[in-house]
């Protein structure tokens, strides 16, 4: 099992590079060094709740959302997951949803 610190390191790296910020453009806005932010996202250091805060609106989220690593399971647990929501939507629900899909593979 992977510890909580490595899980949060991995996700503030995943949404550092979707935000296209380098470790020390990110280092600048929070106040830490680059050698730091590297530590947090190795899963080394566990940056303490006031940094959590500057990261999380950094990134424009909740702190909650920092730790939210739902998306990272196995891909057989996601997809158990999903056929469970469609079992469980309605009609109207599973449109929605195939018209998001298709957008989603349009954007490609």
Known sequence: MTS???QLGKRIKELRKRNHFTQEQLSE???LEPNHISKIESGVHFPQSEKLDLIAKTF???VMELFNYEHKQPIEQIKQKITEWLNN???SEIEY???TILNIKDLR
């Open 29 to 31: 806005l929070i106040g």
């Open 97 to 99: 949803i195939y018209k």
């Open 4 to 6: 909580c610190k490595k």
């Open 89 to 91: 939507a309605s009609k």
């Open 60 to 62: 424009n989220i909740s």
